[in-house]
Structures are given as C-alpha cells and as structure tokens.
T-cell receptor, first 113, second 115 residues
Framework: AQKITQTQPGMFVQEKEAVTLDCTYD???????LFWYKQPSSGEMIFLIY??????QNATEGRYSLNFQKARKSANLVISASQLGDSAMYFC??????????FGKGTSLLVTP | DSGVTQTPKHLITATGQRVTLRCSPR?????VYWYQQSLDQGLQFLIQ???????AKGNILERFSAQQFPDLHSELNLSSLELGDSALYFC??????????????FGSGTQLSVL
C-alpha cells in the first residue's frame, strides 16, 4: 500500500516570496516516483515536477524544486519567487510499478500582492 | 493544453440515470486512467486501461464500468446514478503501462451533477 499525507490544508504567501508545501509518503516498495501537480481554479491538473526514489539529486523545474528527504519519507515542493498565478491547489502523488498515481488531499495556496 | 480530450465538459442528470464519459488520450499514449474528484474523497483512482486491457483497478463501484477501444479512446459508464456520484471525473493518459517514472497527462475533466 502507498499513502500520501499533505498536512497543510491552506497556505498564504506574499508575491515574490518563496513557499514550501509539505508532503510525506509511505510505501514499502523501494522503487517509486513522486509527483507534484497543480490544479488552478479552472480545474485542470498540471504536472509540475517529478522525483524518482533512486534519484541522487533533488529535482528542479524552473521555479519549482523538490526537497527530497528519503529517510524521512518527505518530498516537499518549494516554489521560489511566488507569482499571483501560482494561486491554486497543489497535490503530491506517489506511484510505483503496478499502482496508479495515488494523490494526497492537496494544499490550497493563495499568493497575495 | 495536455493533449487529452474529455467530453462532455459538463453533465447534468437525474438519479437513477446512466451516463457515458468519453476520453481521447494524447497521441501515442497507450494507457488511460480514470479518476474521480470530490470534496470529501479527494482524487480517487478508479481504473486504468493499457492498450485495450484492464491494467489496474482502484475504488471503482460496481455500478461503474469502463473500456478502452482499439483506437485507444476510453469511455467511463456510470449507471444507477446517485447524488453522491456528483463529482469531477478526470481522464489521464501516459505512454506506457504505469512505470514509476511515468508522467500522467490529465484532461480538463467532466463535471457531473446528479440532481
């Protein structure tokens, strides 16, 4: 079984500041993938970043980076230089072979001017 | 635009009815996934098809069924609808059968309202 926990239901950040969204996971499989998706108010799910369990370095994609701490089973998303358009729901998800992507409950991020 | 097409965007129906949701995956993708998103349950995986065959099953009710056709498009059939089936239904696609590093591309969803 695999499980994702996002403990922050809502977060506020000021424009241009950095923000960290927390994600912890539980899986017994040594090979797994961790994903972050963004869901703006329009509803679509947008892929942001991926981290493999065997990746030695933390993943980065533009303003998004993933703080991967394997021993702690955490995969926190860091958004640098927040923009108003970053206001959305953010979902952490995990998958391993034979299992479809399993999502957390999400964190609502509001970026204020 | 993810390249995954879902129709219709909105569907309003009554309890007891049956509806069909349609999904066309990205060109070249062999897997189709169906997810249900509701306020109380969050994003729940329903079912995955890979190249026409059922690959994985999640929390899909017996009243729900799906299939993937030879042209790789997929349909999700929901029958004997109840108020609690009101949700946003997503289709997603991926290239392969579900390796840990496979990115899923999501459609814009079908908002189902059961009245």
């Amino acid at each position: 079984a695999q499980k994702i926990t996002q403990t922050q239901p809502g977060m506020f950040v000021q424009e241009k500041e950095a923000v960290t969204l927390d994600c912890t996971y539980d899986t017994s499989d040594p090979s797994y993938g961790l994903f972050w998706y963004k869901q703006p108010s329009s509803g679509e799910m947008i892929f942001l970043i991926y981290q493999g369990s065997y990746d030695q370095q933390n993943a980065t994609e533009g303003r998004y980076s993933l703080n991967f701490q394997k021993a702690r089973k955490s995969a926190n998303l860091v958004i640098s230089a927040s923009q108003l358009g970053d206001s959305a729901m953010y979902f952490c998800a995990i998958t391993n072979s034979g299992y479809a992507l399993n999502f957390g409950k999400g964190t609502s991020l509001l970026v204020t001017p | 635009d993810s390249g995954v097409t879902q129709t219709p965007k909105h569907l309003i129906t009554a309890t007891g009815q049956r509806v069909t949701l349609r999904c066309s995956p990205r060109s070249g993708d062999l897997s189709v996934y169906w997810y249900q998103q509701s306020l109380d349950q969050g994003l729940q995986f329903l079912i995955q098809y890979y190249n026409g065959e059922e690959r994985a099953k999640g929390n899909i009710l017996e009243r729900f069924s799906a299939q993937q056709f030879p042209d790789l498009h997929s349909e999700l059939n929901l029958s004997s609808l109840e108020l609690g089936d009101s949700a946003l239904y997503f289709c997603a696609s991926s290239v392969g059968g579900g390796a840990p590093n496979e990115k899923l591309f999501f459609g814009s969803g079908t908002q189902l309202s059961v009245l």
